[in-house]
């Protein structure tokens, strides 16, 4: 696949949320995109195997909270990335144990929203924990309805539960454990084994059970074919813009668009 310049998008919660981050980084190296050189600041591909020009837009009424732990914006294959590439209302905050950014603590106590915390059920007392959105029908959708903001906790699964303990601004909200129906139901879909699921998975997950079923696959396919890009640029190797991972992208974007 021959690369062509494409117009650099507008930086999104998580890419902003990336260049405050190297811009406090002690380590120069990342701060220059890498000992291997030239990143798009789009995608954070090499421009070799950049995405940006295959950046899908598909209408969400879902938004996404990413509370991302310290080095997450940093690491190149995070997926958080992905979901504020397709999903407009992604916000990303930078969890600290200390401190919560004001804007994060505004978005939660927008009434436009209905924050879910997004967790295992175990972990959580049973009053708390919901299964499922109470989605209205599409059309008969009272006006007033609050949008679902999934709050979802970028993180290794240990930081994830000390991010979920140490959070007390969270403690209102309901948790939204997947079941495990769901989850066998994904799991057979995308061929995967196992339920260590990354964050942009999670977020389809709950798109998905917020009636968006069109939007949880482009974020599949998307993934789909941002790892392809990535592990094909690790081996530097092409990828050819007609392969499965591409076709289908191309298949579900046209079908919700
Ligand atoms: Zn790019």
Redesign the pocket.
Known sequence: MSWAP?PPPTPHAVSRLRAERLARSAKPFLARGGPKGER?A??R?VPSH???ALRPAVPTRAGMCLLMADIEPLKPSNTGWLIADVVADTYAFGWARTEVQPGLLALLADPAWQPVVVFPGEFVTPERVVHDLAVPRAGAEPASAKRPLFILLDATWPEARKMFRKSPYLDRFPVLSLAPEQISRYQLRRSRRDDHFCTSEVASLCLELAGEAQAAQVLDAYLDVFTRHYLQSKHQLPVAADDPTHLRLQAVAQRSG
């Open positions: 494409t798009c789009g995608c591909l950049c995405i940006c």
